[in-house]
């Protein structure tokens, strides 16, 4: 078969020069480059395409879980005039493709300035989404959505200590912030999936905090902030620090709770300060902790 059948287009004077095999080596590349160059083009456009397209699903993703966060009214069990606020951004968002999480969110409930509750919502199928709630309050406290009351946990979801050897709480909000990553790093926690056969790992602290406050309007407490525990980017363990009037003068103090349905155990150094069993799947809504799955997004 003839040059004139590969290369129809190419000078005779040039289809000559492809003797040498150099020369026809270089016009072959050419030749391939010119014809992969419009596919190449074609293909950016389709992965432009798909990628506008995921930040879309993203985007409407994160207004259906807003919109299920903020359908829950929550208030002091005493005082139910008396309505916690929700953070309008999500303190997280995170996936967690080994359990096949494909998205989520976190969204903190606060009263004057400290938080109250949190919500994590999750979706295995981009349609229905699982509600896990955890109290962060010292007192009782209700949900309601609708006007029906989805949980009221009987007693409160966290209790404070004071961390005897940490320093006194410094002036500023910037080197406060600095001591209590500090003091998170001396805390550890580990988690144990649901199934019996299941072994314990080790949760990784993130360094930033979920949520952090200054309670202007509580004279008891000076500044706080929540850390969390993660398996990937998926809290499971959560730390609360409050610098908390303590005499004249403040003092750090720390809580401890679960963000999962599996057991968390948490350790400062060596000494192991709080525990929790494996989730019974109760939906019982006088718990601490309450796992709703598969809740419909509310229509907008």
């Known amino acids: 078969m003839s040059l004139d059948h590969f290369y129809p287009n190419i000078h005779l004077a040039e289809r000559k020069d492809m003797r040498n095999p150099m020369r026809a080596c270089y016009l072959s590349v050419s030749v391939v480059i010119a014809?992969?160059?419009?596919?190449?083009?074609?293909?950016?456009?389709?992965?432009?395409?798909?990628?506008?397209?995921k930040d879309e699903v993203r985007?409407?993703?994160?207004?259906?879980?807003?919109?299920?966060?903020?359908q829950h009214v929550l208030s002091p069990a005493d005082d139910r005039k008396r309505l916690f606020k929700i953070q309008e951004n999500a303190a997280m968002r995170w996936s967690n493709p080994i359990v096949g999480?494909?998205?989520?969110?976190?969204?903190?409930?606060?009263?004057r300035g400290r938080p109250q509750a949190i919500i994590?919502?999750?979706?295995?199928?981009?349609?229905?989404?699982?509600?896990?709630?955890?109290?962060?309050?010292?007192?009782?406290?209700?949900?309601?959505?609708?006007?029906?009351?989805?949980?009221?946990?009987?007693e409160p979801g966290i209790a404070f200590r004071e961390l005897t050897d940490a320093p006194k709480p410094a002036e500023s909000a910037a080197e406060?912030?600095?001591?209590?990553?500090?003091?998170?790093?001396k805390f550890s926690s580990t988690y144990t999936p649901i199934p019996k056969e299941a072994k314990p790992f080790e949760l990784r602290l993130l360094i930033q905090p979920l949520f952090r406050y200054e309670a202007s309007d509580d004279k008891q407490c000076l500044d706080g902030a929540i850390f969390a525990f993660s398996n990937g980017?998926?809290?499971?363990?959560?730390?609360l620090f409050e610098a908390r009037k303590s005499g004249e003068s403040y003092r750090y103090?720390?809580?401890?709770?679960?963000?999962a349905s599996g057991a968390v155990i948490a350790k400062y150094g060596d000494k192991e300060i709080y525990t929790a069993e494996k989730y019974d799947f109760s939906r019982d809504p006088k718990k601490t902790f309450l796992l709703l799955p598969k809740q419909p997004v509310p229509k907008e």
């Open 35 to 53: 014809l992969l160059v419009p596919i190449m083009f074609v293909c950016s456009l389709h992965a432009l395409d798909d990628d506008g397209k």
């Open 59 to 70: 985007e409407q993703q994160l207004k259906n879980m807003k919109r299920s966060a903020a």
């Open 101 to 111: 999480v494909k998205d989520g969110a976190i969204y903190v409930w606060s009263d």
């Open 120 to 154: 994590k919502l999750y979706t295995f199928d981009n349609e229905l989404f699982s509600h896990e709630w955890q109290s962060l309050s010292e007192s009782t406290i209700i949900a309601e959505r609708e006007g029906k009351i989805v949980w009221s946990p009987s």
């Open 176 to 185: 406060r912030l600095r001591q209590m990553k500090t003091l998170a790093g």
């Open 233 to 239: 980017t998926d809290p499971q363990g959560l730390l």
């Open 253 to 259: 103090y720390y809580a401890f709770a679960k963000m």
